[in-house]
Nanobody, 124 residues
Framework: QVQLVESGGGSVHDGGSLRLTCVGS????????MAWFRQVPGSEREGVAV???????TYADSVKNRFTISRDSAKNSLYLQMNSLTPEDTAIYYC??????????????????WGQGTQVTVSS
């Protein structure tokens, strides 16, 4: 069973940075396609960044050149480095994993495993 646990959320001011961490079950981040999503209450879950098994990354337009997704397989960990944060980035951030390739990597419906989420709040 795949388990994912996020951490690293918090409160920062506009322009600040945070790094989120997702620790997975052994080998998860190495052999699964991994992603970060975010959700504001009352809104749909939004794909933020995806990291394929071959190292290819995909980003939502809203976070390109500000966010970086990466992994450390030895630590079974996935990261999301978030820079130049704005109040519009305020949301609950979720780590997710899927076993197979897809043509819609930023769609939440193709992911089978989810963490519990971590809150990120950016104040102006």
């Amino acid at each position: 069973q795949v388990q994912l646990v996020e951490s690293g959320g918090g409160s920062v001011h506009d322009g600040g940075s945070l790094r989120l961490t997702c620790v997975g079950s052994p080998y998860t981040v190495s052999i699964y396609y991994m992603a970060w999503f975010r959700q504001v209450p009352g809104s749909e879950r939004e794909g933020v960044a995806v990291l394929d098994t071959d190292g290819t990354s995909t980003y939502a337009d809203s976070v390109k050149n500000r966010f970086t997704i990466s992994r450390d397989s030895a630590k079974n960990s996935l990261y999301l480095q978030m820079n130049s944060l704005t109040p519009e980035d305020t949301a609950i951030y979720y780590c997710a994993a899927r076993r197979w390739t897809t043509t819609q990597p930023l769609s939440p419906g193709v992911y089978s495993y989810w963490g519990q989420g971590t809150q990120v709040t950016v104040s102006s």
